[in-house]
């Protein structure tokens, strides 16, 4: 049986994801708003020192529903990083000695940063799966 610190963590690791997908995306955030409205009841029941098994049932769905969710924002993820990559690869390499344009320098420091940014949240994604399936 689950217990309390289990599905608070799990609770932290739904904010993990809500936080970390693109707003912008309507279907994204409706799936993580109904997540969010499910894994508040179970909140409410747990602090009302109760755990039954409905409650138990809406948590281990969501999981699963998260857990496929995550999977699908990884991938996602992982497309972007290599869309990113062929940008940075454009620009050619980093000249040495000779100064870059000033154009191409803000262009690569700017793909660097969004490499940098997807990889952080990759690695995120990576950790909440993780954590999702051990909670099983």
Do not use: H
Not at 107 to 135: I, P, W
């Amino acid at each position: 049986m689950l217990n309390k610190k289990i599905i608070f963590a799990m609770i932290a690791l739904f904010m993990i994801i809500a936080t970390n997908v693109n707003a912008n995306d309507i279907n994204n955030q409706t799936e993580i708003d109904n997540w969010l409205d499910n894994l508040s009841k179970v909140e409410t029941v747990l602090s009302k020192g109760g755990l039954n098994d409905e409650t138990i049932s809406n948590l281990s769905q969501t999981t699963k529903q998260a857990i496929n969710f995550s999977e699908n924002y990884k991938d996602s993820l992982k497309q972007e990083l290599s869309y990113i990559q062929r940008k940075i690869s454009a620009l050619g390499e980093k000249p040495e000695g000779i100064k870059e344009p000033k154009f191409i320098a803000q262009e690569r420091k700017r793909f660097n940063n969004e490499l940098t940014q997807k990889r952080v949240s990759l690695a995120q994604a990576d950790l909440v799966v993780a954590a999702l399936v051990k909670s099983q």
